[in-house]
């Protein structure tokens, strides 16, 4: 008798566990398949991808808190879903794990200087652009051999960081020569452009200019615009409702003035020109 009353609790015990498993689940997959609208309403909160290593944009600060233009950006829009800046977890994606954070249902949305491309738009959906920035290089302060991405070609070592478009972008058009060094993280790729381990750094303006705005006097950008990155916001390919509203929430900040301020807040100290705000919508190719 002893033996079956333990034997009934512990299955009383295992079924309540599975059941508040189930019931506390995140992600589960009734879950992914709702649009980023209904999990916004439903949960009361939303997961948002960012950097954190990017000053400017996505910096996670000693306290744990985040700071940047895409943090202002991810939640304006978070706030116009109805959540509020208090129920945003924000957690890193990594350059090369944005499109599967996304597919496997680890964020709800991606806001993370994450350029629109046509190989990315086949693997997920993005809102915007919420802003036009352009490719550049960055350098040490006194060095003058590196004018622009022609003299890459001068068995110049460049960085850039795995999983990011830049360095290929630059070896394909620019400087076939240019020896690639590719990092895990920006600031990898910096501390070897301050050691002279590496030549030039290159990625979006807006990032380097970041950088270069922590340590005046040591880096400049060569003022070089390689490309136009749209940054976009990620979300679920086929998540249409979600798109649509997020794209209205990124006009409203624009037509509001929060996105200029947002801007000239995380980017003038740089001496960084902020540009006039993107047309939603309109990718610049």
Known sequence: MRFSRVLRTGALVA?????????GQPNSEEDANKSLVQRAEDNGSLTIGVKIDQPGL???KPDGSYEGFDVDVAKYVANELGVEEGDIEFVETPSAQRENMIQNGDVDMIVATYSITPERDEAVDFAGPYFLAHQDLLVRKND?????AEDLNKNKKLCSVRGSTSAQNVKNDFAPNAQLQEYGGYSECLTGV??????????????LAGYAAQQPGKFKLAGAELSNENYGIGLREGDDEGKKALDEAI???????????????HFGPAGYEVPEAPTVGEVVE
């Open 15 to 23: 079924a309540v566990g599975l059941t508040l498993a189930a019931c």
């Open 58 to 60: 996505g910096l996670k």
């Open 144 to 148: 003058n051999s590196i004018q622009g």
């Open 194 to 207: 301050e050691n002279k381990a590496i030549d030039a750094m290159t990625t979006d303006d807006t990032i």
């Open 251 to 265: 006009q409203k900040m624009i037509d509001s003035g929060e996105w200029k301020k947002a801007a000239q807040k």
